[in-house]
């Protein structure tokens, strides 16, 4: 079987899926995850009244704390790699990498932009436009659970165990919730693929936030829930386990699970943001608008359609700071919950209302058709 | 078919290529120092009494098995939900059964205290 | 579950927590056995921070005891020296000035307020409320440098003396608790919604912690932890001193006695502490500071440079120290935690012949165990910062 021709057009596709790859690894791994750990540290700075990060300065000159960043990255690749005695060396070294990989390959299927006609090409914004592609998103989200599982385990530590029990009942309770929110948003939209939901919304009132409000601060909440971030940060809650799974982790290795964590962030927002608040539309205007008011005579088509991918690529990451911005504010505001009032919240709250809101859409769908 | 997945594998091979970079780099760069104290688990400045490879509690497990029932409900709500619309009223119905057995396994399991910490 | 776990074997873990862990602040350990997160058995270990504080008394002079007290409860440090200064002057039988007593109460309360503000903090720190935390530190910075303008210091301020005071307060001082109210009530606001009706702490602190109160008498709770179960014990109420009786103001008290009630009961506090502040500086007469008797009380160095009988008393009181009548005495105090005693025994030398500290936090930290057997590891946490063990008080 010839799987792949490899004819001129499949050279097109396989730079431009190069080129998508590389801009969703610059954003993500070059942007976002360390310019988040400084906004996270400004970010609660300024709620808590304080001056924030701020010491470190390159010849006096601080750039509002950003040469953090810099500092956090050189003082970690120089710590020294710390395996406790007893562990399992393979697995606690292996582990990280676990859980950043399926972070970073969440992107492959989160569409940044919709699709565009650039000189005779059709260019769409996304890495690979998989048919499955929520259920991708799911699949390998879930991945990540063993590289914190076996963290926790591996380290021959009792609170890194109990830290890893946690992340491991609450990531897979959370998972169920998570895929149970997203039906109703799958019934409406009837898709799967991600480019295709967010194409559909680009009517302002065809966003998912007002036909699925409820399946929103579900799948909001849940989500979070499967970050472990604040209030649902217990398997690292480090007033009662410590660090959780990663008390055993020093340097760069520590320092990828965070990475992770960003990381994560951003897909939720990313998915947050294309499932519910219009991907990458403009509210009230259309795609079509924008094309044609960039498209003058001498400017041509392919130009027009180059300048609408610019601006709808950045709508779309403008939607997904925000979002970003909401979790952090979430983050800095609240408590966290015990274990089993999570358990609780995702068991007998959030389960429940899930499948009553599938019920509810489905009959809804049906009332209005 | 399979051309659609070489995205996410070229990402893969990008993104394990990063990871084990990093591992690697903080392996090979870090000092090394190490004395007995220093490499034993932190355990708040106490030796461990037990080791954590022994039998934990059943507890845990529990949710584990309720994930694999109730997770692989939701996979089967996920193609219904994709063709909903084209299904109609027969697919609703159909559904709400479905949800109804689903349902009275989670009362059952609630009934019974499995979600129950205590 | 019960009967899933019983066919089971599963193992319980014992595991330290503590003494260096991040919420066990003061230094103690508990040696926890769990089922799962269950706590199933609880060792509270203290003794880490013990420095013998009772044994060095008894090789000072009476007034050298002044900065050790300081060292107890290092949150209101002037609550201890003011503790161990009423146990003295009961000792001696002396009666201080009106205006030291005035100024006495304000600075007790100023370091109640303070002691409250880093407990509530730290609570919200280790319920993962760090915003509050902050806010509730900026509130303590700013008593503190309330307190850094009557004595100079801010953390240890050895501030009293038997029979008096270091210094008087700064004249302006006054206006300068006025200005900072408006600062000081709105981040208490800030903290209050924060906190108070956010339903993840609601959740983490209602019916938490709980203890019969009979268990509570009988391991001896006294303070917030006592009130908040509905017993309307004061000491200040009970057995009023300084001017305590002469001021008007309310001992909050709770109903169930959870960690909620607790941590309400100590918000209350804070603001009645404001009240009595208010109307201590409003009654507060003019006058001297000190006992005019130069035997108790160190004399001013411009006397004692000017007057030979002066001279001879600060002699005496420095190397012999002050000499209490032969006896023993017990003065309890309402410290921010509860109940502070000091039980003095005095041989009619110039040294303490013993000093006994009777903290707040000893009894209640030894009821942790029989409180937190059962419940879930996520709850020692709040039940351990309501109790507030302060370690260098409770291991002395």
């Known amino acids: ?369 | 078919m399979l051309e659609q997945y070489l995205g996410v594998a070229i990402l893969m091979a990008i993104s394990c290529a990063i990871a084990i970079g990093m591992v690697t780099a903080t392996t090979l760069l870090g000092p090394k120092r190490s004395f007995p104290d220093k490499d034993e688990p932190f355990e708040c400045g106490e030796s461990q009494i037990v080791s954590p490879y022994q039998r934990f509690s059943v507890k845990f497990y529990l949710v584990a098995v309720l994930f694999i029932l109730f997770d692989i409900e939701a996979v089967f709500l996920f193609p219904w939900a994709v063709l909903y619309q084209r299904l109609g009223w027969f697919g609703l119905i159909e559904m709400i059964v479905f949800l109804l057995i689903l349902g009275v396994g989670l009362m059952y399991v609630w009934v019974r205290g499995g979600l129950d910490w205590e | 579950m019960s009967d899933l776990s019983e066919n089971l074997h599963s193992d319980y873990m014992t595991l330290n927590m503590g003494p260096s862990h991040p919420a066990t602040h003061g230094t103690v350990k508990f040696l926890l056995t769990l089922d799962g997160e269950t706590v199933i058995d609880m060792v509270v270990d203290i003794g880490y921070l013990h420095r013998g504080f009772e044994k060095m008394c008894e090789s000072v002079t009476w007034t050298n005891v002044f900065p050790y007290t300081d060292r107890l409860n290092y949150c209101s440090a002037i609550m201890n020296n003011i503790g161990y200064a009423e146990a003295v002057e009961k000792l001696l039988g002396i009666e201080t000035t009106e205006r030291c007593k005035y100024i006495r109460v304000v600075v007790n309360e100023l370091s109640r307020i303070s002691d409250h503000y880093t407990n509530i903090a730290a609570a919200a720190l280790e319920l993962g409320a760090l915003t509050a935390f902050i806010y509730f530190v900026e509130t303590r910075e700013i008593v503190w440098d309330l307190l850094e303008m009557v004595c100079g210091a801010r953390l240890t301020s050895n501030y009293i003396r038997v029979g008096g005071l270091m210094c008087d307060i700064p004249d302006n001082f006054n206006e300068e608790l006025e200005a900072r109210y408006p600062k000081l009530d709105s981040l208490y606001d800030d903290v209050d919604k924060l906190l108070t009706k956010n339903r993840i702490f609601l959740d983490r602190m209602r019916d938490t912690g709980v203890l019969s109160t009979e268990s509570m008498l009988s391991y001896g709770f006294t303070g917030p932890c006592l009130r908040a179960s509905g017993i309307d014990y004061d000491v200040r109420k009970a057995h009023p001193y300084l001017v305590y009786d002469k001021l008007d103001w309310d001992v909050p008290i709770g109903t169930v006695g959870d960690n909620f009630d607790r941590y309400l009961v100590r918000m209350e506090e804070i603001k009645q502490s404001f009240k009595m502040i208010k109307q201590a500086m409003k009654d507060m007469p003019d006058g001297p500071i000190n006992v005019d008797n130069p035997y108790m009380r160190q004399p001013s160095k411009q006397d004692v440079y000017s007057r030979m009988e002066e001279m001879i008393a600060h002699f005496k009181i420095t190397i012999e120290g002050l000499k209490p009548p032969v006896g023993e005495v017990y003065m309890p105090t309402e410290a921010a935690n509860g109940e502070l005693g000091f039980y003095l025994v005095s041989d009619g030398g110039g040294k303490p012949y013993k000093c006994r500290v009777r903290p707040p936090c000893f009894s209640m930290t030894a009821a942790m165990e029989e409180i937190c057997k059962g419940s879930m590891l996520a709850d020692i946490i709040p039940t351990f910062d309501m109790i507030n063990m302060i370690g260098g008080e409770s291991d002395r």
């Open chain 1, 1 to 369: 079987m010839d799987l792949f021709s490899f004819t001129d057009e499949f050279l097109i596709d396989l730079g431009l899926t190069l080129l998508k790859i590389g801009f969703i690894l610059a954003v993500t791994v070059g942007f976002f995850a360390p310019v988040l750990t400084w906004v996270e540290r400004k970010q609660s700075a300024i709620m808590q009244d304080r001056i924030g990060a701020n010491r470190a300065d390159i010849m006096g000159f601080t750039a509002l704390g950003l040469f953090h960043i810099i500092a956090d990255a050189l003082k970690m690749f120089a710590k020294e790699d710390f395996i406790p005695q007893g562990a399992n060396r393979l697995l606690h070294t292996l582990s990280p990498i676990i859980a950043l990989v399926p972070a970073l390959l969440t992107f492959a299927v989160v569409p940044f932009g919709g699709k565009y006609e650039l000189w005779g090409h059709q260019v769409n914004l996304v890495i690979s436009d998989l048919d499955v592609g929520l259920l991708f998103v799911f699949a390998i989200a879930s991945l990540a659970t063993y590289g914190y599982v076996v963290a926790g385990w591996s380290s021959n530590n009792n609170w890194s165990l109990l830290g890893s029990m946690r992340t491991a009942s609450q990531m897979i309770s959370y998972e169920v919730t998570m895929g149970l929110t997203i039906i109703g948003v799958l019934m409406v939209y009837g898709t799967m693929q991600l480019d295709e939901i967010g194409a559909a919304q680009e009517n302002f009132w065809r966003w998912g936030i007002f036909l699925q409000p409820v399946g929103f601060l579900m799948f909001l909440t849940a989500s979070i829930a499967e970050n472990k971030r604040i209030p649902f940060d217990n398997p690292e809650a480090e007033s009662e386990l410590v660090a959780g799974y990663f008390t055993e982790y020093s340097g760069l290795k520590f320092g990828m699970f965070f990475m992770a964590e960003f990381i994560e962030m951003v897909t939720i927002g990313a998915i947050v943001t294309i499932l519910f608040f219009g991907g990458w539309h403009i509210p009230f205007i259309e795609t079509q608008d924008i094309i044609d008011t960039f498209n003058f005579s001498w400017l041509g088509p392919s130009i027009a359609n180059l300048i609408t991918m610019g601006i709808q690529v950045g709508v779309f990451f403008a939607k997904v700071c925000f979002f970003i911005f909401i979790q952090m504010t979430i983050r800095w505001t609240l408590p966290r919950f015990r274990y089993d009032q999570i358990m609780k919240l995702g068991w007998k709250i959030l389960l429940p209302l899930s499948l009553v809101n599938i019920v509810v859409t489905g009959i809804v769908i049906m009332l209005l058709k």
